[in-house]
């Protein structure tokens, strides 16, 4: 399990925790989380299993969990989330989730 991301995010005189984990490998997930005061107002999560097997996996998780992270701290300053703060529905229950990305292993550069 690789250690997570957390921040605090200032967005219309109100502060948000976004806060970003790793499952571990028995339960290959990235979980992102945005919190007020102590209550998940949004959820993303992320399957890894498709990488569990990569000799770049830990490097690989690290890029997804920041990539996951920033773009929940984007989606709340940019008013993506606004429906969520202001209690109208949580984006889950209105929306279809989008389907997964397919994650590559990266390669490595080759010399001929």
Known sequence: MLPGYNHNVEYQERTFHIQTEDSGID??????????GGNILET???DYTNI??????????MSLMLNQHQALIRELESGQLDHVLDGSSRASEQEEPEPMQQIEEPTAERSV
């Open 52 to 61: 569990l097997d990569s000799e770049q996996r830990d490097k690989v998780l």
């Open 44 to 46: 993303r999560k992320c």
């Open 27 to 36: 339960n290959p997930h990235i979980i992102s989380h945005l919190f007020e």
